[in-house]
Nanobody, 122 residues
Framework: QVQLVESGGRLVQAGGSLRLSCVAS????????IRWFRQNPGVERSFVAV????????LYNDAVKGRFTISRDNTKNTAYLQMNSLKPEDTAVYYC???????????????WGRGTPVTVSS
């Protein structure tokens, strides 16, 4: 079973930056797209960003476009989410997701980590 471990979340002031990491145990990591989602209590999980298996293509939620950057290092089985110009509305638990396809509206499939909390204070 694939294990994903997110890290890097913490309390940060508005306007600050964080870099989240997601390390996968999957040896075929490079065969999968990586997606980041975020979720607050009582709210449906929402898509943040996706990167294809080679790292050549990315897509972002409009709410984070221009502020967040998704990347990956297949030699380290690790994906990243660089978050700049953070806003209080970015506060959420952030989850990474190993998924077979780059383009999909599925919000539940694939392998998931346990999440890392990000809190942005105003």
């Amino acid at each position: 079973q694939v294990q994903l471990v997110e890290s890097g979340g913490r309390l940060v002031q508005a306007g600050g930056s964080l870099r989240l990491s997601c390390v996968a145990s999957e040896r075929t990591f490079s065969n999968y797209a990586i997606r980041w989602f975020r979720q607050n209590p009582g709210v449906e999980r929402s898509f943040v960003a996706v990167i294809d298996k080679t790292g050549d293509n990315t897509l972002y939620n409009d709410a984070v476009k221009g502020r967040f950057t998704i990347s990956r290092d297949n030699t380290k089985n690790t994906a990243y989410l660089q978050m700049n110009s953070l806003k209080p509305e970015d506060t959420a638990v952030y989850y990474c997701n190993l998924y077979p396809f780059f383009l999909s509206t599925d919000r539940t499939g694939g392998s998931w980590g346990r999440g890392t909390p990000v809190t942005v204070s105003s």
